[in-house]
């Protein structure tokens, strides 16, 4: 769970320790190098988190446990950073997935708080990442969203402010949600449950 002052860690730490996981914080890149998988909780502004993540040293670790095909699981701004840039802010982001995020259009309620449907995307029925999921309410917290110029990688959607964007994304070994897993109840956890289940042991 990496602590760089942009989220909140330990709720976080309770939500993926009741689905099975045996979490621990740190900010120390040394530390975080020896976990079998990384989270990145994110809230707040894109570019400050990218900025806080660089000042960490988190950064280079990140890129590189990406690189090389290791888990890592972002929440909200933390799945946001995975594209190559943002609205909010000049600094690139990490260029997992291609495409950029974007503000809500003008006419939508931001930000965009509270529970909404969740619903898998085309071609990802019975992905096992969305058992007991797809179909239902997950909790929210963002105003700006994911605009992908690839579909393949987003597993699941959800309708709010005239879009219907990414809340659950999947590109090699590295997943992302727009929602708060930690915050969404049983389905929350089932779903971090689901993701530990495909950690290797």
Not at 13 to 32: H, I, M, S
Not at 59 to 68: F, K, P, Q, V
Not at 77 to 103: I, N, W
Not at 118 to 137: K, M, S, Y
Request: with cysteine; proline share 6%; charged share 20%.
């Amino acid at each position: 769970m990496l602590d760089y002052d942009a989220g909140n860690v330990r709720s976080a730490k309770r939500g993926f320790d009741a689905a099975g996981a045996d979490a621990f914080v740190t900010g120390d890149p040394e530390q975080a190098a020896a976990a079998d998988a990384l989270v990145v909780p994110g809230v707040g502004h894109f570019a400050s988190c990218l900025a806080s993540l660089r000042r960490s040293g988190l950064h280079a670790l990140l890129e590189d446990w990406i690189a090389s095909g290791r888990p890592v699981f972002g929440i909200c701004v933390g799945m946001q950073l995975l594209y190559e840039a943002s609205d909010e802010g000049d600094e690139p982001g990490l260029g997992l997935l291609t495409g950029r995020v974007e503000r809500f259009p003008a006419g939508a309620v931001v930000p965009h708080m509270g529970w909404d449907l969740l619903h898998a995307a085309d071609a990802h029925d019975g992905d096992p990442l969305l058992a007991g999921v797809a179909g239902e309410r997950v909790y929210y917290v963002h105003s700006y969203y994911a605009v992908p110029t690839d579909e393949e990688p987003v597993v699941g959607r959800t309708a709010y402010g005239g879009v219907d964007f990414p809340s659950l994304v999947r590109q090699a070994s590295v997943v992302g949600t727009q929602f708060h897993p930690e915050k969404s109840g049983e389905i929350g956890r089932r779903l971090l449950a689901n993701w530990v289940a495909t950690l290797p042991t």
